[in-house]
Every structure is written in C-alpha cells, then in structure tokens.
C-alpha cells in the first residue's frame, strides 16, 4: 500500500525523481552502495540497476517487516541485500562504501540523532566516497502546494530544514544542494 500511495502522491513522476537521485549521487557500476532507511527498496533496486551485476547494494531499515517485504520484491534483483539496522548505529566497518544514499529518513529521526546519523554514513564511507540525502521539499503554492499541505507532507520538510548544515556538521565536506521538483530537495558531500 505504501508504493501505491507514494506513486499516486509523485503524480507518475515517482521513477524519474528517483533516478534524478541516482545519477546525482554519481552511482556507477560496480561499486559498493550502503541505502540507510531503505523502506520498500525502490531507491534500492534503481541503484541496483546503475551498479549491474558486478555492484552490489545494501539496504538496511529498522523496521523487519518492511524488509521482509523488500526482500520478496526484490528477490530477483540479485546484487541487493537487506537487514535490520539503525542509521545512528551501522553494522558495518569504516571505510566500506562507495557510495551511501538515504531518502525521506532524517525527518524520521529525533532531532539529536540525525548528526550522529550522518556520521555513521560518513565512517562507513571510503575516502572520497559520496553521500547524497534527500528530504522533502516544500513545493510551495499551487496545486502542489494544496497537495503537499493536504497530506502533512509540507510539514516533512520544516521538520529537516538545513541538510547542509548537518552535513557540515558531521564532518562532510563539497557540499552541493539540489532540488527534484515537485518533492525532493537533496545535499551531495563527499567524505574529505
């Protein structure tokens, strides 16, 4: 119901946001992409697809059966894998990724947790290796506007304002803001 309601919400836009997304975070092929706050793993399987069979994907989530469900959609992806985890505490070594992309997940996190989060995102990375973070954007007037107030989603984006300045703050660096109209706002930095 979630990925119904979200390609309803996108206006059948929901595909070209998210691969504007990827092709901004820089994924290439064969490398190694951390997805923290996977969800249903739609950003999941669009990266999966920009880093073909010789990358590999990893998306964690701290819901098990949001994952349960990814992994059935997924299934036949073949170079995605899931687990249970939290973005202020990643299971995984330093210097592991290449790549690490996280969509609609800040806001979800209480507002002491989200610098730490991003550093986790940051220590997982190899140096070099890009972040991109994307949150909701207030799209303004206009039917959108109406549409955005109407679903709560106008208050998604007050709730995340400056992804600049959390990044910053966890020690990011090359910072680049970006919009993917009508709902995506993103920030790519690269680890120093």
């Known amino acids: 119901m979630y990925d119904f309601t979200v390609e309803l919400f996108f206006l059948g836009r929901r595909r070209p946001s998210y691969q504007a997304l990827v092709v901004a975070a820089g994924v290439r092929p064969g490398q190694r992409v951390l997805d923290v706050g996977c969800g249903t793993g739609y950003l999941s399987r669009l990266v999966a697809r920009s880093v073909g069979p010789h ?33 202020e505490a990643l299971p995984f ?70 992804l600049d300045s959390l990044a910053a703050a966890a020690g990011f660096g090359d910072i680049r803001q970006g919009e993917v109209p009508p709902w995506l706002r993103y920030i790519v930095a690269v680890k120093a």
């Not at 949150?135 to 109407?150: I, K, T, W, Y």
């Open 55 to 87: 990358g590999v994907v990893l998306g964690i989530d701290p819901s098990a059966s949001m994952l349960h469900y990814t992994s059935q959609k997924t299934a036949s992806t073949g170079n995605c894998e899931f687990q249970v985890a939290a973005a």
């Open 93 to 162: 070594p330093g210097d592991h990724f290449d790549v690490v992309v996280s969509s609609l997940v800040l806001h979800h996190l209480p507002e002491g947790l989200r610098v730490r989060a991003l550093e986790e995102m940051r220590r997982v990375l190899r140096p070099s290796g890009a972040l991109l973070v994307a949150e909701a954007r207030n799209p303004g007037h206009g039917f959108s506007g109406v549409l955005a107030r109407a679903h709560g989603y106008d208050r998604m984006a007050q709730q995340v304002e400056r």
